[in-house]
């Protein structure tokens, strides 16, 4: 993984402006792509949204169907995998400065946690607040999991991306990635949020793999603007998810849905997150979604 500086360069006949020229982006070093075979999925949304809450939960049923996974925490907080492991594990960054960066003191239960019903979790931390690029910590993530060969027998991978973000860091993991899942609520603040995020995902397709898998509507009761947002750019909502203090109670038991005492709600927020998995393994149709001006979202959504 290479930080490199790019001076822009103008788009004429057939050429065009390659990943990251004109700032300071994260390049993908080839030999850390991970292994084909395995479903990648890069979960994105406005900082709060619910992302770990979705991620952790969607591991989960993963794993009931009977998918070895692996769940990435990209965020320096690294609270993406404390429902999966019941506490807050070590962080990638801090292990790798424990042996002074020689990666080849480590062994895999150092920063390997296991989960719920053997999800495995890991969080990649990342530097201090404005003194680094969290693209940089998550590349060094999957070279350690490669190096120990712990992405080959891996049928899932969850990245669990920060909100709010527009560095290159912030996009590496879509280059990663097969597919996007955009967390969102239906009110304008995260469907902006969404928009932009689909304007990065876009940018990356060109070069990557990558592409939009789809959009999960989260603590909401209704969808109104979601619907007409998705009609609008060419977005699908793959799972709905209500408000419900049941999701809200599963983490702070530190606990998944999956992990709650049965009740008629709970049982069928499980079976959409299980719903979920099965539509990314079976039946996700790549979107070919245009993002909006600011102002055109602007307009578009609320009421008369």
């Not at 492991?85 to 062994?107: C, G, Q």
């Not at 999960?216 to 909502?237: C, W, Y």
């Not at 983490?251 to 979920?276: D, G, H, S, W």
């Amino acid at each position: 993984m290479t930080t490199t500086l790019s001076s822009p360069t103008a788009v004429t006949g057939h050429s065009r402006r390659e990943d990251g020229e004109g700032s300071l982006q994260v390049h993908l070093d080839p030999s850390l792509k991970i292994e084909e075979g395995a479903l990648v999925i890069a979960v994105y949304g406005k900082g709060g949204i619910g992302k770990s809450t979705t991620s952790s939960n969607l591991s989960a049923a993963f794993s009931k169907l009977g998918k070895r996974v692996l769940q990435i925490g990209c965020d320096p907080k690294h609270d993406s995998t404390f429902t999966l492991t019941k506490k807050m594990v070590p962080t990638v960054i801090d292990i790798l400065e424990t042996v002074n960066f020689h990666t080849e003191e480590l062994r895999p239960e150092d920063f390997v946690f296991e989960g719920f019903n053997g999800v495995m979790c890991v969080e990649s931390g990342g530097p201090p607040a404005g003194t680094g690029c969290g693209g940089y910590v998550t590349g060094q993530t999957v070279k350690l999991l490669k190096e120990h060969h712990l992405l080959e027998d891996t049928d899932v991978v969850i990245f669990d991306v920060l909100g709010d973000v527009v560095c290159g860091g912030f996009a590496a993991p879509l280059q990663h990635a097969n597919y996007c899942l955009i967390v969102t609520a239906n009110d304008f603040d995260s469907i902006f949020a969404m928009n932009r995020i689909i304007a990065a995902i876009q940018a990356k397709a060109k070069n990557y793999k990558v592409r939009l898998g789809g959009v999960v509507a989260n603590r909401s009761k209704d969808t109104d603007q979601i619907d007409k947002f998705n009609e609008r750019v060419g977005m699908k909502t793959m799972a709905h998810f209500p408000d419900l203090d049941a999701i809200r109670r599963s983490r702070l038991k530190k606990c998944t849905i999956f992990e709650m005492e049965a009740t008629p709600e709970v049982e069928a927020v499980q079976q959409e997150y299980l719903n979920l998995a099965q539509r990314m393994l079976d039946n996700v149709v790549p979107l070919e979604a245009e993002s909006l001006k600011d102002r055109e979202i602007f307009d578009l959504l609320g009421y008369d």
